[in-house]
């Protein structure tokens, strides 16, 4: 088989990839890498017609291939990335696309990409952490403290974690620990309307009235935004109320004002004249 031969099949392949033809595309290229293994165009084709296909472990293997043949091609390194992607494999994912990035600084879909699966390692050590800590033998509250945390960063980070379906467990464990504390501070007149949003919410949870305790609380902050307490408080009813996204947003702005916030603790306001 002639080079010009060789070249003309490719030109044929990626006619037939053009038009999604994926089969034809698949049947010439695959001749093609068995007579011309160091073909690093023809791997890299290949390679998008087994992912386009919805075969992620043979795309692996052309691509890697690919890369063999031609180490310093961008392009292979970044669908190598989308071929280990797919199959779950992250941190190699990650490791093509850093390559990518070396080998062409501007090559914005490895940038875009990285970044997404950056995001998913994080939310994945946030999962892993959040669920170990939570089922381990006789958490202590410390444990289960951190346990809510890593699995609403899991959430906060990648929005489809798995960690959503973990997080009404936590805040169940946090809540049989639950103890009242009492917030010492003067109440002028222009804090009444505000400590009464507070009474009525802790009322509320007494009696595990979610959707009352959340208007009560809801009320407190448009009152004063900043306090850590009341968006932990509507955090914790936003989860029983099975309203996850709103959950995960209230206990992160609870964990911004204050990072060393106990989820055991129920605050109640204590007037002193």
């Not at 390559?99 to 501007?106: C, V």
């Not at 007149?189 to 009560?216: D, S, T």
Request: negative net charge; hydrophobic residues 40%; aromatic residues 6%.
């Amino acid at each position: 088989m002639t080079n010009l031969d060789s070249e003309d099949r490719l030109a044929r392949a990626l006619e037939a990839l053009g038009q999604a033809d994926f089969p034809a595309a698949i049947s010439l290229l695959e001749g093609l890498v068995v007579e011309d293994s160091a073909n690093a165009r023809a791997w890299s084709q290949l390679g998008v017609c087994y992912l386009e296909t919805q075969r992620p472990s043979d795309a692996v293997e052309a691509l890697s291939r690919a890369v063999q043949a031609a180490p310093e091609d961008a392009e292979a390194h970044y669908l190598l990335g989308n071929a280990s992607g797919s199959l779950g494999q992250l941190d190699r994912a990650a490791a093509c696309y850093r390559r990518a990035l070396e080998l062409d600084p501007h090559h914005a879909k490895a940038e875009e990409f990285l970044m997404k699966v950056e995001s998913l390692i994080e939310s994945r050590e946030h999962y892993r952490t959040g669920l170990s800590l939570l089922y381990s033998q006789n958490p202590s509250h410390e444990d289960l403290n951190r346990s809510l945390r890593e699995l609403v960063l899991s959430v906060a980070v990648f929005e489809n974690s798995p960690a959503r379906d973990n997080l009404p467990e936590a805040g169940r464990r946090l809540r049989d620990l639950q103890r009242e504390m009492p917030l010492a501070m003067e109440i002028t007149p222009e804090l009444q309307p505000w400590a009464a949003a507070c009474e009525r919410g802790f009322q509320c949870v007494q009696f595990k009235n979610w959707v009352g305790a959340q208007a009560a609380y809801e009320e407190a902050l448009t009152y004063r935004v900043g306090d850590a307490f009341v968006h932990q408080a509507l955090g914790l009813c936003f989860m029983e109320l099975g309203e996850v996204d709103n959950a995960v947003r209230a206990l992160l702005r609870a964990m911004e004002l204050d990072s060393h916030c106990d989820f055991t603790h129920l605050a109640r306001v204590q007037r002193i004249s």
